[in-house]
Nanobody
Framework: QLQLVESGGGLVQAGGSLRLSCAAS????????MGWYRQAPGKQRELVAV???????NYADSVKGRFTISRDNAKNAVYLEMNSLKPEDTAVYYC????????????WGQGTQVTVSS
């Protein structure tokens, strides 16, 4: 069993910054892709950023140039540096990890609230 613990959410004014962290613990065999998703009230969960085991990254167009995803494989952790935050970034942010191969297993964090005031 794998546990994901997120931290770093909070309330910030528009233009401010936050750094989210997510650490995995438990039965870890091969962490593949790590990423962050978010879900705003009344909206579907959407991809924010992902990073592969080799360090390749992909971002949603809405956060490109403002957010940076990184990972520390030694700590089984993934981070999301968020700058120039906008009110539309307000959402619950979820950490997501894919472990594998040979089997591919998906795990989600409990979510952390990010609120950006105008």
């Amino acid at each position: 069993q794998l546990q994901l613990v997120e931290s770093g959410g909070g309330l910030v004014q528009a233009g401010g910054s936050l750094r989210l962290s997510c650490a995995a613990s438990g039965s870890i065999f091969s962490i593949n892709v790590m990423g962050w998703y978010r879900q705003a009230p009344g909206k579907q969960r959407e991809l924010v950023a992902v990073i592969s085991s080799g360090g390749s990254t992909n971002y949603a167009d809405s956060v490109k140039g403002r957010f940076t995803i990184s990972r520390d494989n030694a700590k089984n952790a993934v981070y999301l540096e968020m700058n120039s935050l906008k009110p539309e970034d307000t959402a619950v942010y979820y950490c997501h990890i894919v472990m594998g191969p040979p089997r591919f297993l998906n795990y989600w964090g409990q979510g952390t609230q990010v609120t950006v005031s105008s």
